[in-house]
């Protein structure tokens, strides 16, 4: 892909602030209460790691690895999970870290799993909401920033496994 065909959407200072704001609004939700962050890998990776140490209660982590089949910029609606729990979330205040959600199926996959398993709280908290595209009906609790249709990479999000180091997020414009 060309630089030329792709354009700053977000910038690192407002995916810091989105970020800071989310920490504040968990923060106050779960005040004197441990949490537990499920980060669904890879796409992230980046925002669990800023946006833990925006957290003021106590907090773990754990991690999941979904895929969905499908082709590079499209959900399929076929979920595989390539990695599982390693702690049991019984009673526990879960929070789902999700980089972005876009169709919804591999949320709505992933949300059902884990009420399955009891925990005391369910939260989702997504650093990008792609509300229009939705074709199940879930929604965030915690949302960074919405926006309308377009594919974007950079902080964590990947086209083809690539560009997840890019520091800003990326609009990729069709050429
Ligand atoms: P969904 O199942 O359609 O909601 O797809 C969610 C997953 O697709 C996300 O967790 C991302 O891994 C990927 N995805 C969706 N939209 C984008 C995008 O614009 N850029 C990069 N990855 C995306
Ligand atoms: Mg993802």
């Known amino acids: 892909m060309a630089e030329s065909n792709r354009k700053v959407l977000f910038s690192r200072e407002k995916i810091a602030a989105e970020i800071k ?21 890879k796409g992230s990776f980046l925002f669990i790691a800023d946006l833990i140490r925006e957290l003021k209660p106590p907090a773990v982590v754990d991690f999941v690895r979904l895929a969905s089949y499908g082709s590079d910029t499209q959900s399929s609606g076929i979920i595989e999970f390539r990695k599982e729990l390693e702690m049991p979330i019984r009673g526990r205040n879960v929070i789902i870290i999700e980089d972005i959600i876009d169709s919804g199926y591999t949320l709505e996959c992933l949300y059902h799993k884990l009420l399955l ?10 650093l990008i909401d792609k ?7 879930i929604d965030a609790d915690y949302v960074g920033i919405s926006m309308d249709d377009g594919f974007i990479i950079g902080y964590g999000l990947d ?17």
Do not use: H, W
């Open 21 to 41: 704001r989310l920490g504040q609004e968990i923060s106050r939700d779960f005040e004197g209460q441990e949490v537990m962050l499920i980060g669904v890998l």
């Open 117 to 126: 398993q009891q925990p005391q709280a369910l939260k989702i908290c997504t």
């Open 131 to 137: 509300r229009a595209r939705r074709e199940v009906e």
């Open 159 to 175: 086209y083809d496994e690539k560009y997840r180091n890019l520091p800003d997020i990326y609009l990729i414009e069709d050429s």
